[in-house]
């Protein structure tokens, strides 16, 4: 029993022998990060953004075709490869590292809601830089959301603008445009990963805010609690600002898909928080959850991973109750939007601040103080 | 002075209603002597009130800053208001490509190119009302500047020339990319950076530029000074309760209000500024309020605020001695807050470099700029001067924009520029740095 307690207490201070955050970022244990590092990339990220970018390139044709020929027909196929390559980046939008991050990948394909007025702009005057950063809310997803569904009230209307409106053309290049410069991107992100940067992140398996571990784990709760939890839930529900403001939902003109891509997104988190494989969630390697249970991590005596297992599922029970339309969720009975930014929050002290601190991993980034 | 002779007169009577033998006369004069002397001695004690010069009043403080005079407020700030919404407009207006480099410079001078005051470059037709300035209050303290009207000018000049910069070199290149000798647009999280061809952004230079430039200037080397405060006849008059002309304060209570109101003159309720410090402006009160959500830095909003309501006090008690101890305190902290900001810039900007993020170090390194440069403007008590002279400052500035300025800062730099801040007060870099 004496050894126990004191095995047991070695080990919860191994845990949390993580020091002030001030201090440098290092690893105290003996996990073998770079096992994890390599069942991120083979069995997840390169995975999941090969399955992304074979959506993207059928959004992309697409769009050529629409752009071409503006039918019915052609609609509804480009609805359902926007619908599609948009759900599948939920999957790969945590993982800004590398060219990812070096391409502003998520600001540059889903900043929302889109600014309608600058991106009529870009289509009556054309030419338009769109690597420039004063463009993310011009283009990507949203941009597109708005131009299918925005552009006018019902899909009959949709399609009479883009067969017969004086300036249809205009806008049909412009989409054109967007949909070619999302393959683009996705293209080049998972190049680059096939192409050297596989190799050089697992390589990196050092102990500085540098190093491939302690970037993706910031990425993974940058994306958590930005993306996820304000963006699509706590900035439309008015957690942030006085009112809610049901036009900042994702997936505003949809209307039927924010839910969907909030699910996913929810589902994407936990998947890589165990480690699950992309193309088999059932099997799971080396990820955050055997990293806590390999430290024996525990909060309130239960295990950490557990709790925040639980937590996810929690949320998602609780998201359950959510319209697929936010906006209307919004507007007709708030409170289950703020329900579920509850429970998403709970998560962000379990992650940010309990699993860091077991990592021994610092936060890299600030919350922007409105400078 | 009748109640004095009177009980002469009366022993004057006794001595003419009385004629008595010498020996009765003597003991009539010794005992009316008495009389007299504690009758004078009572009048003295009483008379007292009128003469309290050496004494120390109790300087009673009030819950909030909040001072009357017959029931009607002696606290007025009105100038100090105007200008931080004039500030508000002109950095605000910096970053809109549609204004003119006229009509900025309009905003920072609030005069026409020629020098008429028929300027409105304000939306706010009150402050296009306004005989007010900024420029005018620029390195303008009477401490610092009263016989130093050359770097006056100079500093004057640098907001000019920083203004019309953002005009003439970034402006044109708003859709350009940003590189090293190359103005444009940066990326900064979601949010876009417009920075000259050295990536400083010129409306973060004006901005923190201004804080010291002006707001501290003023509050710290103009109003809370002697030579301001004991100006002219505003001791004597504080003392005999001589207001200023039409108005329900003393100029010496006006002064230290004007040194008050820089900071908190936007308040929401100026009386009870901490309620929402940091939130009231883009200037002096939003810094007091970040360096007081420092854990290490924290209560230093209450010891200014507290200073400040005890100095308004010792004014109105008549107590200079604690009104100047204040003063001492407030130029002590204000200090600090700037060079926390400075070295809090350097160190974020240093960390995002490491990191790879290019556009949120440069705006993190253009608001260290704009601190770094409001160095020359903090007080030290013991000596007079600022902490950092305008050599000094300007040596600062030189290794952070020489060459293609921030694309080619190192950590090295960083460091010794926060050491050599840190160094001089008493806090380190590792606790003003994060």
Redesign the interface.
């Given at each position: 029993m004496k050894k126990q307690i004191f095995l047991f207490f070695l080990l919860t201070a191994f845990a949390c022998s993580c020091g002030d955050d001030e201090g440098p970022s290092e690893q105290v244990d003996n996990f073998d990060r770079q096992a994890m590092l390599t069942n991120w990339a083979d069995n997840i990220i390169v995975p999941a953004f090969s399955a992304f970018a074979e959506k993207t390139t059928a959004l992309k044709d697409a769009g050529n075709t629409f752009a071409t020929s503006p039918s019915n027909a052609n609609y509804e196929d480009l609805v359902t490869k926007w619908e599609t390559a948009y759900l599948g980046f939920q999957e790969v939008s945590m993982f800004e590292i590398g060219k990812a991050e070096e391409l502003r990948m998520t600001n540059n394909l889903n900043i929302y809601p889109t600014n309608v007025a600058e991106l009529t702009n870009n289509v009556m005057n054309g030419g338009v830089n769109l690597e420039l950063p004063s463009q993310i809310d011009r283009q990507g997803f949203p941009a597109l959301d708005y131009l299918l569904f925005g552009i006018a009230d019902n899909q009959t209307a949709i399609l009479e603008f883009y067969q017969n409106d004086g300036n249809a053309n205009q806008f049909l290049d412009y989409l054109n445009i967007l949909t070619d410069r999302i393959d683009n991107l996705a293209q080049a992100v998972l190049s680059d990963w096939e192409n050297g940067y596989r190799d050089s992140f697992i390589n990196n398996s050092g102990n500085s805010a540098t190093a491939s571990v302690d970037k993706l784990t910031n990425d993974f709760i940058f994306y958590y609690e930005k993306h996820l939890r304000a963006g699509k839930i706590g900035i439309p529900a008015g957690v942030f600002s006085g009112d809610a403001l049901s036009d900042k939902v994702e997936g505003f003109y949809k209307k039927n898909l924010s839910k969907a891509l909030f699910n996913r997104s929810l589902d994407a988190v936990e998947n890589f928080f165990n480690g699950a494989f992309y193309n088999n969630t059932s099997t799971e390697g080396e990820s955050f959850k055997e990293y806590l249970e390999y430290l024996k991590v525990t909060k309130n005596e239960v295990s950490l991973a557990t709790v925040i297992n639980d937590e996810f599922q929690t949320a998602r029970t609780t998201a359950q109750e959510l319209s697929d339309n936010f906006a209307d969720q919004v507007e007709i009975d708030n409170v289950k939007m703020l329900a579920t930014y509850d429970q998403l929050q709970i998560n962000v002290v379990n992650i940010k601040v309990d699993m860091l601190q077991a990592f021994n991993i610092n936060i890299d980034y600030i919350d922007a103080d409105g400078d | 002075m009748k109640p004095i002779f009177a009980p002469l007169f009366l022993f004057r009577l006794s001595l003419v209603n009385n004629r008595q033998p010498i020996n009765k006369l003597k003991i009539m004069i010794k005992s009316h002597t008495y009389l007299l002397f504690v009758l004078i001695g009572i009048l003295s004690l009483s008379s007292c009130k009128d003469d309290d010069k050496d004494m120390k009043a109790e300087v009673v403080v009030p819950a909030t800053y909040s001072f009357e005079r017959d029931g009607v407020s002696s606290v007025s700030f009105e100038g100090q208001t105007t200008r931080i919404q004039m500030g508000k407009e002109l950095i605000d207006a910096m970053i809109d490509f549609n204004v003119s480099e006229e009509i900025l410079l309009e905003m920072y001078s609030n005069e026409t190119a020629n020098g008429g005051g028929d300027a409105n470059p304000f939306s706010d037709a009150a402050l296009n009302e306004s005989t007010k300035s900024i420029r005018s209050k620029v390195a303008a303290s009477a401490d610092l500047f009263s016989s130093n009207t050359v770097d006056a000018a100079s500093i004057k000049q640098d907001f000019a020339t920083w203004i019309s910069a953002q005009v003439t070199e970034v402006f044109p290149n708003?859709?350009e990319?940003a590189a090293a000798g190359q103005a444009g647009?940066?990326?900064?999280?979601?949010?876009?950076?417009y920075v000259n061809a050295k990536g400083l952004e010129y409306n973060?230079a004006v901005n923190k530029g201004l804080i010291g430039g002006l707001m501290t200037d003023q509050a710290l080397n103009n109003y809370l000074g002697t030579a301001v405060l004991d100006a002219g006849e505003n001791r004597a008059d504080n003392d005999a309760g001589t207001l200023a002309d039409g108005k329900t304060y003393t100029n010496m209570e006006h002064k230290w209000d004007e040194a008050y109101g820089y900071l908190y003159g936007t308040s929401v309720d100026a009386a009870n500024p901490n309620a929402t410090i940091g939130n009231d402006d883009s200037f002096l009160n939003k810094y007091i309020g970040?360096v007081e959500g420092d854990s290490d830095f924290a209560g230093i909003a209450d010891e200014i605020y507290d200073a400040f309501k005890l100095g308004r006090a010792a004014i109105v008690a008549r107590n200079y001695t604690v009104r100047d101890e204040q003063a001492a305190i407030i130029r002590e902290k204000i200090s600090t807050v700037i060079a926390v900001r400075a070295v809090y810039y350097l160190q974020?900007g240093k960390?995002a470099l490491?990191?790879?993020n290019t556009?949120g170090a440069f705006?993190d390194l253009s608001?260290g700029f704009g601190f770094v440069y409001s160095l020359q403007f903090t007080r030290q008590n013991n000596s007079g001067a600022a902490y950092f002279t305008k050599a000094e400052v300007d040596g600062f500035i030189s290794q952070l924009t020489n060459g293609n300025g921030f694309w080619d800062l190192d950590a090295a730099t960083l460091d010794s520029i926060s050491e050599a801040i840190a160094d001089k007060f008493s806090f380190t870099v590792?606790q003003a740095g994060?």
């Open positions: - | 708003e859709n990319l647009q940066i990326a900064d999280g979601t949010s876009t950076r973060q970040r974020q960390n490491a990191n790879g556009g705006h608001e590792a994060s």
